[in-house]
């Protein structure tokens, strides 16, 4: 007979605000596929054809991801590679055609709810310890 296990409520809810924070990163970075290969993108390589604005639109939900991350307890360190994956591929990414490219390949938001989520099991595994 199989047990479930019923998680704390603060616990459901931050489990439910990672989830909703991963389907985010996946409509920013791979939502989308290129019928007949394995590439994937997202909405941030569609939104940086747009010259000028395109890539400053897609800080928007990079930064959010960033924010929720600092207010589910993260440590700076992990916050600080969060900012860092922004920060490159906000400046390869602007680079025409190449930065296109780039954006393409190295899905930002999704390695920062890699980091994300690694942070929050380290830390369950490690009680007294911050996230």
Partial sequence: ????VTLPLHKR?????????????????SRF?????????????????????????????AAYIVGQAARL????TVLARMVANIVLDSLLGSTPLI???FDVGFKANRKNIELLRRSLSKAEHEPGKPA
């Avoid at 809810?13 to 970075?29: N, V």
């Avoid at 596929?33 to 800080?59: A, H, K, N, Q, Y």
């Fill in 1 to 4: 007979m199989r047990q479930e």
């Fill in 73 to 76: 307890g993260v440590s700076k």
């Fill in 13 to 29: 809810k931050e489990q439910d605000q990672i989830e909703r924070l991963a389907r985010l990163a996946d409509w920013m970075d």
């Fill in 99 to 101: 930065g296109d490219l």
């Fill in 33 to 61: 596929r290129i019928p007949g290969t394995r590439i994937r993108f997202g909405l941030d390589s569609i939104v940086g054809l747009v010259p000028g604005v395109g890539d400053g639109l897609s800080l928007i939900p």
